[in-house]
C-alpha cells in the first residue's frame, strides 16, 4: 500500500511542479535552474541512509562518496543562488535607478 | 526519534521546499524563497539522521564536511562568468551521488536480504527497478553535465562532436541498458540470471555512464542552455528514483518538483529557438558537416573605427544594446555597463535586450549584467523591444550572432529559418562587435552584418567598449 501512496504522490509532485513554475520571468531563470538543482541535491537524504547503514569497505566508500557529492551539490548550489540573488536585490535599492 | 515523527518532520520540509520554489519565481521573493528552500533542505538531513537505520556515524559526519567545505569554498570562489560551467557541475555531481545510493543500497540488499531490508515496505521487483532508474538517470546525469561542463569551460569545443552512426551506436547502448534492466528488474525469480545480478547493476552503471557522454557530444555550444535545464530535469529525476529505492517522501517530492521544472525551463528553451527539444538533442545543430547553409550573402562587411561610432553614438536619442555569449567570454559586462551609464547621462535612452537563449545558460545574460549593475528596469526581453525596434538610432550588437541573424526571419532555407530573434537590422544603425569576420558558433553567416546599416567594429568586446566609453570621457 504504501508504494501505491508514494506513486500518487510523485504524479501530484509533476501536476504541482508544473503549476508552481509555468510562468516565471526570464530575467530569473538562472537563479530558478540553479535554485532547483541545489534542491535536486535532496538525493543527500538517501545517501545519509546509504552511508549510515552501509555494510563492508566497498558500500561504505559508496555512502561516503554519495554523502560528499550530494553535499557539493546541495551547499554550492544554495550559496550560488544566494550570491546570484544578491546581485538581483542590490540594484533594486540601489541608487542609480534612474 | 520514531518513524512517524520522522514522516511527519518529512512533509515540513516538503513545505519548505514547495514554498521555496514558488517564491524563487518571482523577483521580490526570490531571494527569501532560496533560503526557506535551503532550511527545508536542512531539517530533512537533520531528521533523516534519526533514521534508525543509520549505524555508522564515521562515513556520515566526514561526507558531510568534505562535502559542505568544497560546496562552499567552490560557490563563493566562482566568476559570475563561470556560473554556467559550475551550474552543470553541481548538477553532475547530483546525478553521481544517485547512483551511488541505488548502487549502495543494492549491494545492502545483497547483504541483509530482501525480506528483511524491505520491511514489507516494497517489492524486491518494484526496487530493482527504482535502483535501474536511479543509476541510469543519475549516470546519464554525471558525465551527461561533465561534458557540458568541459564545453562550457572551454575545455573542450563546443562544436557538435559527430561520427557516423552515432544515433545508431545510441540508440544501442539504450536498448542494451534496458534489456539488462528487465533482466535485473527480474533477476529474483530467474535462477539462471541472479548470480550474475551485481555484474548486471555494474554493466548498467557503466552504459549509462557512456550514454551521458555520448548523448551530450553531438550538441553545440550555443543549445548548452537547452541541455542544462534538460540534465537538471534529468538530476530531480534521479533523486526521485533513489526516493523510490529508500520509500521516501520528501525525496520522491522534491526530486520530482526539480524534475518537473527542468522539463518547463526546457521547453521554454526550445521554443525560443523554434525547435524541438528532439532537434536539440540529436540534430547535431551546427556540425561543420551541417548541410543546407541557408542561402549565400551577398556584399561585404563594412568595418567602422570607433571615433566615428562615436559620433553616431553621441548623435542618437534610443540605443539598444544586446548581449550575447561573446560579452561573457570578453567578461565585457562591467564595460557595457558603463558604455550605458555615459549614454544615459547625455540624455540617451538605453535599453538591454536580451533573447531568452542569448549565452550558455538560460537567463545568463541578466545575471552577468545584474552583476555589474545594470537597472534592473533597462532590462528588456525580446517581445518588448522589438515592436519599438524601428524607432531605434543605434542597436549595439556585443558578441550576439545567432539571436540577431535575420536569415532567421527571411531564409526559409537558414537552418535557423523560424527561430524568434530580435530585430535589430530594423533599427536605423547597427553596431556589431565582433572578434573577427568568421561564423559563429553554429557556423552560419549572419546575414545582418552584410546589411547596409551595419557596421562592424572588431576586436575584443571589453576594448572596444572601453575605447567607446573613453571617447565619451574625454569630450
Keep these: 500500500m504504501s508504494l501505491i501512496l508514494l506513486l500518487f504522490t510523485f504524479v501530484l509532485a509533476v501536476f504541482l511542479g508544473f503549476e508552481l513554475i509555468k510562468k516565471v520571468p526570464s530575467q530569473l531563470h538562472t537563479p530558478l535552474m540553479s535554485g532547483s538543482n541545489a534542491i535536486s541535491g535532496i538525493t543527500i537524504v538517501g545517501a545519509l541512509v546509504a552511508a549510515g547503514a552501509a555494510e563492508g569497505l566497498f558500500a561504505s566508500i559508496l555512502g561516503f562518496s554519495a554523502v560528499v557529492l550530494a553535499m557539493i551539490n546541495v551547499v554550492g548550489g544554495y550559496l550560488v543562488t544566494d550570491r546570484m540573488l544578491g546581485m538581483f536585490k542590490k540594484k533594486d535599492k540601489g541608487p542609480q535607478a534612474k | 526519534m520514531g518513524a512517524i515523527l520522522i514522516n511527519l518532520t518529512y512533509i515540513l520540509s516538503s513545505i519548505l521546499i514547495i514554498l521555496g520554489i514558488k517564491m524563487l519565481g518571482s523577483a521580490t521573493t526570490a531571494r527569501k524563497g532560496n533560503l526557506i528552500s535551503a532550511v527545508g533542505m536542512l531539517v530533512a538531513i537533520v531528521v533523516t539522521l534519526f533514521d534508525h537505520h543509520i549505524l555508522h556515524w564515521t562515513w556520515i559526519v566526514a561526507g558531510l564536511g568534505v562535502g559542505s567545505l568544497i560546496g562552499g569554498v567552490w560557490a563563493s570562489r566562482v566568476a559570475m562568468t563561470g556560473m554556467p560551467e559550475l551550474v552543470a557541475l553541481f548538477n553532475g555531481f547530483g546525478g553521481l551521488a544517485s547512483v551511488a545510493v541505488g548502487w549502495g543500497e543494492y549491494l545492502r540488499v545483497q547483504r541483509m536480504g530482501w525480506e528483511k531490508y524491505l520491511e514489507g515496505m516494497s517489492t524486491p521487483a518494484f526496487t530493482l527497478g527504482a535502483i535501474v532508474l536511479a543509476v541510469l538517470i543519475g549516470g546519464i546525469t554525471f558525465t551527461g553535465s561533465f561534458v557540458a561542463y568541459l564545453k562550457l569551460s ?107 521544472s527542468g ?190 546599416n551595419c557596421r562592424m567594429l572588431y576586436g575584443d568586446a571589453k576594448e572596444t567598449v572601453s575605447q567607446l566609453v573613453g571617447q565619451f570621457k574625454e569630450q
Design chain 2, 263 to 452: 522539463v518547463i525551463l526546457t521547453v521554454i528553451m526550445c521554443k525560443a529557438m523554434n525547435r524541438t527539444l528532439g532537434n536539440v538533442l540529436f540534430g547535431g545543430f551546427g556540425a561543420a558537416s551541417g548541410g543546407g547553409a541557408g542561402a549565400k550573402v551577398e556584399g561585404e562587411m563594412k568595418g567602422i573605427s570607433v571615433e566615428d561610432a562615436y559620433y553616431v553614438l553621441e548623435a542618437a536619442n534610443s540605443v539598444v544594446i544586446v548581449p550575447g555569449y561573446g560579452m561573457a567570454v570578453a567578461q565585457a559586462q562591467h564595460a557595457v555597463k558603463e558604455l550605458g551609464s555615459v549614454l544615459e547621462k547625455r540624455g540617451i535612452e538605453v535599453r538591454y535586450a536580451i533573447h531568452p537563449v542569448a549565452g550558455r545558460m538560460p537567463g545568463h545574460m541578466n545575471v552577468l549584467l545584474a552583476e555589474a549593475d545594470v537597472p534592473y528596469e533597462q532590462l528588456c526581453e525580446m517581445d518588448d523591444v522589438n515592436p519599438t525596434i524601428a524607432n531605434v538610432d543605434v542597436a549595439i550588437v556585443i558578441g550576439a550572432n545567432d539571436v540577431v541573424n535575420p536569415s532567421a526571419a527571411d531564409d526559409p532555407t537558414s537552418p535557423i529559418y523560424g527561430m524568434p530573434i530580435i530585430n535589430v537590422h530594423e533599427a536605423r544603425t547597427v553596431f556589431a562587435l565582433k572578434r573577427g569576420k568568421g561564423a559563429g558558433f553554429s557556423g552560419l553567416e549572419n546575414a545582418l552584418f552584410f546589411r547596409s
Design chain 2, 154 to 260: 572551454g575545455r573542450m569545443s563546443g562544436r557538435p562532436t559527430l561520427f557516423s552512426g552515432q544515433k545508431a551506436l545510441n540508440a544501442l547502448v539504450f536498448a542494451v541498458i534496458l534489456v539488462l534492466g528487465v533482466l535485473l528488474v527480474l533477476s529474483e525469480g530467474l535462477p539462471a540470471v541472479l548470480p550474475h545480478a551485481h555484474a548486471i547493476l555494474i554493466t548498467i552503471v557503466c552504459l549509462s555512464l557512456l550514454l551521458g557522454v555520448l548523448g551530450v557530444l553531438p550538441i553545440g555550444g550555443g543549445d548548452m542552455p537547452v541541455v542544462i535545464a534538460f540534465l537538471n530535469s534529468f538530476s530531480g529525476l534521479a533523486g526521485s528514483a533513489a526516493g523510490f529505492v529508500i520509500v521516501n517522501t520528501v525525496l520522491v517530492v522534491a526530486g520530482c518538483l526539480v524534475g518537473a
